[in-house]
């Protein structure tokens, strides 16, 4: 695609996962970013949480000084509230603004309380991720603002776009202070879904039984249903990712948007002349680090499986992947197998005796030869728990590991 579809002046895109590689959704926008740029250089602004600091430094941020340095320079926000500027560091280089949003926390009652006045969002019922979210999408709302208000947008298009309920109070904010800005929220799953899986209870077979707010209420999701089911509704343009998450989205939250499908960049395979070297490359990787865990060279023929994406431990089937590994325990394999679980869980940092063995030439076992990081909570992660419970110690005469 060369040309525009739509002449756009501005546009921004916020999500939790702007250089934050925490799921797919990190994918799906860094994905993307080559194409935007190619369209509307360097008229796309991604909007991130900064989470990091001189210690532990994003490894896909690239700090700039001049970019977009004359609004940063006389830009007002609340106490607490400050910006970085870059880029991505991902194909197409897009232009990012990262916001330490720790001010807003101070506020978030009087702010929750007008978006129960305006909206009917119900934070009264919020615990664990929520006021995190909304502090961070309360405080984009407000860089987007300000981005507005110095470059002027009167007789512009300009359009932000909201990945996911983490980011609904800055769809809310701009709707109710910028209304002449086109709003987009896209949901990948809802919230109160992903509560009805993650409780055990069938979505799909009874899914046109189910209400969401009543689900909300049995399953305390209620603001962040709440939250999702206001965004969803207020926004300009509401989407989704397929055809089955559309039904999802119509039943309980009660508007029907439309699908807008992940897509990727032609490269992000690898072309036909360099996919085999890759693979093999990435192989030669994977055995290299099962070797040096386990202290032993991993057989060549060795059979690789790995599941990967967000740590939803049920809804992702984790649980059922880890249960069909330890069933192949009982049939007699003649190849060795080698399972990966590739999630990002909260991890304390890569192990340091993994990373020298890494490069030593002769092998030597390394304890506990299950996990490649350093959990911060060994003893409380499902798929640590799991593996553990499934009797996993990765001995040099077990088949699979």
Not at 40 to 53: A, E, H, L
Not at 271 to 291: D, H, I, Q, W
């Amino acid at each position: 695609m060369d040309k525009a579809p739509v002449n756009v002046d501005l546009l921004f895109e916020t999500s939790w996962e702007v250089c934050n590689k925490i799921g797919g959704i990190y994918t799906v926008l860094s994905t993307k970013a080559k194409t935007l740029q190619k369209l509307y250089k360097d008229k796309t602004i991604f909007i991130g949480p900064d989470v990091w600091n001189d210690e532990n430094p994003s490894p896909y941020f690239v700090p700039s000084r001049t970019l977009l340095k004359d609004w940063k320079a006389q830009a007002q926000f609340p106490e607490g509230v400050s910006v970085r500027v870059g880029r991505w560091d991902i194909p197409g280089r897009p232009i990012v603004v990262l916001v330490k949003f720790d001010g807003m926390y101070a506020v978030k009652d009087s702010f929750y309380g007008r978006m129960w006045d305006l909206y009917k969002v119900d934070s009264l019922h919020a615990y664990g991720d929520y006021d995190e979210a909304c502090a961070f999408s309360h405080a984009a709302g407000i860089v987007i603002e300000s981005i507005c208000q110095f470059t002027g947008i009167a007789d512009k298009k300009v359009i932000a776009h909201f990945d996911e309920w983490t980011t609904g109070m800055g769809l809310l904010y701009i709707n109710d202070k910028m209304p002449e800005v086109g709003t987009i929220f896209t949901t990948h799953a809802t919230c109160i879904g992903r509560s009805i899986c993650g409780n055990g209870k069938p979505l799909y077979d009874y899914l046109r039984g189910y209400n969401g707010d009543q689900m909300a209420s049995e399953l305390n999701m209620q603001s962040k249903h709440s939250l999702e089911k206001a965004a969803a509704l207020q926004a300009d343009c509401f989407t989704t990712v397929s055809d089955i998450t559309a039904i999802e989205c119509e039943q309980l939250l009660e508007r029907r948007p439309l699908v807008t499908p992940n897509g990727f960049e032609q490269n992000f395979v690898p072309t036909k002349g360099k996919f085999v070297p890759s693979r093999e490359a990435a192989r030669k990787t994977l055995l290299n680090v099962a070797s040096s865990l386990l202290g032993y060279k991993m057989p060549d023929d060795t059979f690789i499986i790995a599941t990967s994406g967000r740590c939803e431990y049920h809804n992702k089937g984790i649980d059922l992947y880890l249960d069909s590994i330890a069933r192949l325990r009982e049939n007699k394999l003649s190849r060795t197998v080698l399972a990966f679980v590739m999630v990002p869980a909260w991890a304390k940092e890569a192990r340091p005796e993994l990373q020298a063995a890494l490069t030593a030439k002769r092998k030597s076992p390394i304890g506990d030869s299950v996990l490649t990081h350093t959990l911060n909570n060994p003893d409380q992660d499902p798929i640590n728990c799991r593996i553990r419970g499934i009797g996993f110690a990765n001995a040099k005469d077990r088949k699979s590991v």
